[in-house]
């Protein structure tokens, strides 16, 4: 949910101004909810939003804050947000920690588990703060320091997950070069995994994914070349990977490693052992 003030949806690239619809619904936790058709772009979004006007006793933090429909708005959240379950508001929230503005939605759904499952009673938004800003997974949207360049790893076998890393690399934009460490397997969808991040890459390098299915590096070099326009460099190790990266990046140059479980994998303790030793 975002704030509305004055008549502006303000966290977002640009103004809008959104205008109530007569259309109504009811919720027994919350009151009456109003629809909203946004004017943005030179476009009218027709009831993409709603909001609780004078929401009900016990939820009265949502009041002023509009909440858009998922497959009809792309919201990008710069601040703080608000979650409202079927009969619980936290407001107030930090990001989470990953990287990406879905992580949100994905912390979302987190939270209407637990309450689905009687088990947010107690929680309240300072707990919740104290936990999303700190989250990391391995593996997945992963970034540290090594070697004074920024490392990016991301497994994204699939191409739902190369289209969220994807958004992830355009949200974030780069000046400087980016190099990808791409190793996969062979049941997956090569053309799936490259074509939506090959936009986003100025160097590949191809390595063998530690397992009896992957795909042949050669050959995985070849469909790269070929899906991205660009050269692709093959390395016969993680070791080598690394090391061809780093000799042909430059300080505060970007390296994504991609593709597996068992790309990623190989490739962070080796990253660990250098970001020791800087």
């Not at 975002?2 to 101004?17: C, F, M, P, V, W």
């Not at 949207?141 to 070697?147: E, N, V, W």
């Not at 497994?155 to 990808?180: D, I, M």
């Not at 994504?256 to 030793?277: E, H, I």
């Amino acid at each position: 949910m975002l704030n509305r003030t004055e008549g502006k949806i303000s966290g977002s690239e640009h103004h809008a101004d959104p205008r109530c619809e007569r259309l109504s619904t009811h919720c027994p936790f919350k009151g009456d909810a109003s629809y909203w058709t946004i004017e943005a772009g030179g476009r009218t979004h027709d009831a993409i939003a709603w909001s609780y006007e004078q929401p009900k006793e016990g939820a009265e933090e949502i009041a002023g804050h509009l909440a858009f429909f998922s497959d009809r708005a792309e919201i990008s959240v710069d601040g703080d947000w608000c979650w409202s379950g079927r009969s619980t508001i936290l407001a107030s929230l930090q990001a989470p920690g990953l990287v990406g503005d879905f992580q949100i939605e994905n912390a979302a759904a987190v939270l209407a588990l637990l309450e689905a499952a009687g088990l947010l009673s107690g929680i309240d938004h300072q707990l919740v703060n104290q936990i999303l800003p700190k989250l990391s997974l391995p593996g997945r949207a992963q970034r540290l320091i090594s070697m004074q360049r920024e490392w990016l790893i991301d497994v994204a076998h699939n191409p739902a997950a190369a289209e969220a890393l994807a958004t992830t690399l355009a949200s974030e934009g780069s000046t400087c070069k980016t190099t990808a460490i791409v190793g996969l397997l062979d049941d997956k969808d090569v053309a799936g995994v490259i074509g939506p991040i090959a936009e986003y890459i100025d160097q590949w390098v191809a390595m063998p994914a530690e397992s009896h299915r992957a795909v042949a590096v050669d050959e995985l070099a070849r469909q790269i070349s070929n899906l991205s326009g660009k050269a692709c460099y093959v390395a016969d190790s993680a070791q080598a990977a690394i090391d061809f990266s780093r000799r042909n990046s430059s300080e505060n140059d970007r390296i994504l490693v991609t593709g597996s479980f068992f790309t990623v994998g190989p490739v962070l303790p080796q990253l660990a052992k250098k970001t020791r030793s800087n």
